[in-house]
């Protein structure tokens, strides 16, 4: 006779089977999540990386590449300003320059700063050519040349241009002067086809064409152009920077500029400097003044002189080369108001621009 199975015994088998799988895959399952890390919370910073905190917007530090260690990366606020927008040029493209407004002053002479180092390398300086000439115009291109007349030379050399503009009757001189009654300079150029503008705000009327090479213009130059309000009372000032005058008249280049300004010459020269007019120039004839500092030119004796030289030196690196230096001998012997150094207080000096075309 068959024995009867108790009652219940094949449901506490089933149970048993299914807690036995359920197990399983519980260990599985934790295994699997102790190989992979701990689960980051909602919320929370992926791993590997401290959460930022409020306020901070950083962009994300790049993750690390496969095979890798992983590290910790911490945001640190910086304590400098994040520069504003446009304030600086950007990296690897050179930062623009900005408008000069004045010249660079060259070394000292020498370490004791003294009037003595100083005026012995400007006078060496300003006596020392530094350029030949073989075909200089001394006074004039005629002849009749007279001790009393300043010599304004001009370099006529071929390879400097200037004789080819006179020959085809091209060329362009601006004069600049103090109600000097020696013209004969200006008179000459013209008479040989030059187109002659003498400046000088002594002459009568605003413009006068005394011959059919040769104006004049009721026009002072100066190294700055009027205040704007005085400008707006006087619509007619007759003082007016070089530049302002080449734009008004529409001249995009001056052959010779001659300049006789009774010790405003260093002012307009460093004006021509830092606003680059120099390059529309091909030859400079000036007369300097040295009996006192000059307009606007203050400071020490040496600091003066040394203001003279660098502004000279600013020509040379503008490829201006010396060729000529008059010592006026007729002047009074004065250096900064003293009869020091065996100097003139005027001399003319000339110079060419080297790269001009």
Known sequence: MARERPPGRGCGDLRRCLLGVALLLGLRLCAQLRRAGPTPPVGSAPPGLVPRPPGLHLPPAPGPQRGASRRQVTYVRSGRRAP?????????????????????LQPWAGPAQSLDEEAWRFLRYISTTQIACDHMSTDSLTTGFS???????????DKFGLAHQIRNKQCRLYSLGLGSEDTHFEVSMANNGCEVHRFDPSVKSAHILESQHLWYHRLSIDWRDPHPAVAAQKPHSNTRKLGTILNEFGHHKIDVLKADLESAEWKILENLIVEDVLEH???????????????EVSGSDSSVVRFWYSVLKELERKDFRLFHSYKDLSKPQLFLRRDIFNASSCYTLSWVNTRWK
């Open 84 to 104: 504003e927008p446009g304030c600086c040029a950007p990296r690897g493209l050179p930062r623009r320059k900005g408008p000069r407004w004045r010249i660079d």
């Open 147 to 157: 001790p009393a007349r300043k010599p304004w030379s001009v370099c006529l050399d």
């Open 281 to 295: 120039i091909g030859q400079l004839v000036f007369e300097i003044h040295l009996h006192w500092p000059g307009f």
